[in-house]
Nanobody
């Protein structure tokens, strides 16, 4: 059973930074897709950033501010978030797939970590 576990969410002021982590035991070396998503109250879940062996994609609203990367030494997927804005406030989820990102399917989801950005 693949179970992503997120951490790193917090409350910060606008302009601040956070680094989210997602531990997926035995999975980080996979060439298949891993990603970060978020869902704000009353809104649909949206893709933030995804990565596989050959591909990385970011949501337009986070380009230049967020970076997704694999920390192989810690077997952890990271999301570095800089210059945070109030509109980034949401529950952030990590997800993994048994396919490449082009397939768009994620089979395993974590429980989420809350990010709150105040103005």
């Amino acid at each position: 059973q693949v179970t992503p576990v997120e951490s790193g969410g917090d409350s910060v002021q606008a302009g601040g930074s956070l680094r989210l982590s997602c531990v997926v035991s035995g999975y980080i070396y996979s060439r298949y897709c891993m990603g970060w998503f978020r869902q704000a109250p009353g809104k649909q879940r949206e893709e933030i950033a995804v990565i596989d062996a050959d591909f990385t994609r970011y949501r337009d609203s986070v380009k230049g501010r967020f970076a997704i990367f694999k920390d192989y030494s810690k077997e952890t997927l990271r999301l570095q978030m800089n210059n945070l804005k109030p509109e980034d406030t949401a529950m952030y989820y990590c997800a993994t797939s048994d396919e490449y990102c082009s397939a768009g399917h994620f089979a395993y989801w974590g429980q989420g970590t809350q990010v709150t950005v105040s103005s």
